[in-house]
């Protein structure tokens, strides 16, 4: 077994799209409509091929409670890897994205934690 897709349920699917592929430089693998919203997938441009992120509507109240209390209680949703943590912090710092944990050293990983603009925390980690 392996995972080829996880998820992301987001407040604004088109937000989220233009967050995660302009800002985070991210690549549209899916975009297909689906009854009201869209199967719309993202993928790394380093993995094309590799696990992609559904960004999910987040239409069912129970998800809508849970990703808020989330957020609420500043745990991220997912983490994302990097190979250089304080490159991507000044980059996307300099995008204006909001960083609530700067770069921080935890023993064997550094972590820094942003917000994607559309209800989620995510971690962006550095394995040391």
């Not at 549209?28 to 559904?54: C, F, K, N, Q, Y």
């Not at 209390?69 to 996307?92: G, K, M, S, V, W």
Request: charged share 20%.
């Amino acid at each position: 077994m392996r995972v080829t897709l996880t998820s992301i349920p987001v407040t604004d699917q088109e937000k989220a799209a233009a967050f995660y592929t302009g800002t985070l430089g991210m690549q549209i693998r899916h975009d297909v409509p689906a009854g009201g919203a869209r199967w719309l997938t993202v993928v790394s441009p380093a993995d094309p091929d590799g696990t992609e992120i559904l960004l999910e509507p987040r239409g069912m109240d129970a998800a809508v409670t849970y990703y808020e209390h989330l957020y609420n209680n500043d745990i991220p949703a997912t983490q994302l890897e990097t190979d250089d943590l304080d490159a991507e912090f000044t980059r996307l710092s300099g995008l204006g994205v909001r960083f609530p944990m700067e770069p921080t050293d935890m023993d064997t990983v550094k972590v820094a934690v942003f917000d994607d603009t559309c209800g989620n925390l995510i971690q962006l980690a550095q394995p040391q």
